[in-house]
């Protein structure tokens, strides 16, 4: 608005210049008129414009003394006695409050003399007072100052607009408005809403009611009962927040007045400060924290039972228990129909002996009395000595609790028949002579006081011949007694179909193809029918390559450049008949201690043109061979294909121990590329290799790799 009136005043100057200058030359030919008697009455310019009502209107010309009145739209006229100025040259007059735009009439006796340009008028609206300074969203504020007859819009902090659907009445100096339920406190704007409107603001804030706490009723409250809260007006309250983040709208009230909000606690509230919120989203938060009542425990019984039998608890508001919790981190069952006095719990198979916790969903707990879980005792055995596939009968007490018969070994026996004081189990082959322990249901161990001694005429084998067992090829099996065997099982119960030479000292064996990869032990069946496990050993080979198109590594191309498979000088290619077949790549460096990220396989396809598959439906396998043992720290690998970074994941299989290995020979080991991150298609574009991110230390000296391929998934 301040824009458009420098505009007025920049155009009203301008012309006015120019009357001026045009007014200079008739006053001179007035002059040489004068000298002739000339007495016209003559209007030159008037101004400022535009003007405020009420403001001094000024009329330059010659012999406006002349004037006998002016007509100032809408036709209201003013005598010439009502001028505050009128000389020869200038009239000057107050601009009557209810004068309107338009066309500007000067009475004379020569005639009427009308502007060329009609009056405009500048409005400022103005702020006064405003009453009530205090007041409650819905009520009336009534502002007074000027033109407030150009209002159209209210504007309350923060940022809520009252339109004229607010209004109750609009005049020139006073305007009445409906407060809206989210106006906020803070000072107010009044707005002729153009679309640059103007806004003129209070000087002063209008402070806005808000609801108010007095009591909280009951404060510990229970979870799910009523809670009272009294204060003032409190009927502006639309919703309200408790601990534990729950908002509950004025919907769910069960009753809501000007001095009183009742509402029914929510099960899982928590601890904290209620608050309270009008529409104007204003937070009013209690000076009191909100306290949950906890249930109280009086007994538990009984104290001393099995796992898996019931607790009876009594007390007070246990119906607030959501859950119970044993010693070990095990939860309970609460049986249904339980009161506020009294609940049933049936206790978990895991509990060990130790105190109960009892939690709410108030996320609160109380701590019960301990209980004192009993374990199973072994009283005897029988046979004491006894062959493998036979029944041993355990007795003692608590023997219902028993979970597992572990043997001299680590082999588990077979569980045929279980009571509270007797157990029958089947000795199962690779079972030591020794002592039996019971692991209970809650993992807790007993061990037999004496040893139950294995009878057994097996084979005495001493080790392999060979460092691995290979699939299609001869594994040879040392030792003495070994005329004894009748048969050998493999892993996967998988029987040997195929021997060679079979002596007191030494028997050859062909391992069957699709034995499973990986450690594992032979299965021996003696002609007497017993049955014992031959010494671990690595199961495992390579895979043949089924589809030749599919490989996009052998490291066998002719010009093949070493640059291409690695940075850094960590590999080398290898021709010494120790790989698969043709060339491999042989790890040739170990790291230092800043080493960090290496590339093995580098191999683009700008230099050699790669397979071209759908990830989705295709696996990857790779020819690796690790001498010794590496960490499962140093072992982290990850592919990179046409681009696309596979997620990190290990060589070889593991052993036992969590070491990674491959018997000293060469195996496949094969990745479904979705499961290890990558999908959709790969094609030939971008980076391909392996990259590696071991610790400092890792002896690359020990990895050969070999024929990286795709195969469809089977």
Known sequence: MQTKFNKYIRYSFSALMLIVLGAGMLFISCEDDDDEGN?????????????????????????????????????????????????????????????????????????????????????????????????????????????????????????????????????????????????????????????????????????????????????????????????????????????????????????????????????????????????????????????????????????????????????????????????????????????????????PDGALSGAVVFNTLAQKSVTGDELNFLAPSLTSFSPSEIKPNNLLTITGENLDLVDKVIFSGGVEGEITSQTETEIIVTVKVGSETGVITLVAINGVEVESSGPVTILSNLPDVTGYEESKATPGQILTILGSNLDLIKELVFPGEIKATAYGEKTDTRVEVYVPEDVPTGNGQIRVITYEGEEGLLPEIFFGGVDPVLYPDLVFNDFDEEGHSLDWDNWGGISALMDDGNGVSGKYLKGNAQLGEWDWKWVWGCNHHDAFPKPEVDADNHVVKIDVKIEGAISDDSNNFQLKLAGKDSQWFKLGIQNDDGTWGTGDGWVTVTYNLNDIGITGDITNSGDWGLITQPPAGLDFTRISLDNFRFEPVP
């Open 39 to 347: 007495d016209k009455v003559e209007l030159f310019s008037y101004g400022p414009m535009p003007i405020a009502r009420g403001a001094e209107l000024r009329f330059i010309g010659d012999n406006l003394d002349k004037v006998t009145a002016i007509i100032i739209p809408d036709g209201i006229e003013i005598d010439a006695s009502e001028f505050t100025t009128r000389t020869t040259e200038l009239i000057t007059l107050t601009v009557p409050q209810n004068a309107e735009e338009g066309l500007v009439v000067l009475k004379t006796p020569q005639g009427d003399i009308t502007t060329k340009t009609p009056i405009g008028y500048s409005e400022p609206i103005s702020i006064d007072e405003f009453t009530p300074a205090t007041i409650r969203p819905g009520e009336v504020l009534t502002i007074n100052g000027d033109y407030l007859n150009l209002v159209k819009e209210v504007i309350f902090t923060d940022r809520v607009v009252a339109d004229t659907s607010f209004f109750e009445s609009q005049s020139r100096k006073e305007l009445k408005v409906t407060v809206p339920e989210a106006a906020q406190t803070g000072i107010i704007g009044v707005s002729n809403g153009e679309e640059e409107p103007v806004i003129v603001y209070s000087e002063s804030e209008l402070n806005i009611t808000l609801p108010v706490f007095d009591e909280i009723s009951p404060n510990p409250v229970k979870a799910g009962s009523e809670l009272t809260i009294s204060g003032s007006d409190l009927d502006l309250v639309v919703s309200l927040k408790l601990g534990g983040d729950i908002e509950i709208g004025s919907d769910d009230f069960v009753s809501q007045s000007a001095d009183q909000i009742v509402i029914s606690v929510p099960l899982n509230t928590r601890d904290g400060n209620i608050v309270l919120l009008p529409l104007s989203g204003v937070e009013v938060i209690s000076g009191t924290e909100l306290q949950m009542l906890l249930p109280t425990i009086n007994s538990i019984v009984p104290l001393t039972l099995k796992n898996g039998e019931d607790i009876t608890v009594t007390g007070e508001n246990l119906d607030l228990i959501s859950s119970v919790v044993f010693e070990g981190g095990f939860e309970g069952v609460i049986a249904e129909g339980g009161t506020p006095a009294e609940i049933t719990v049936t206790t």
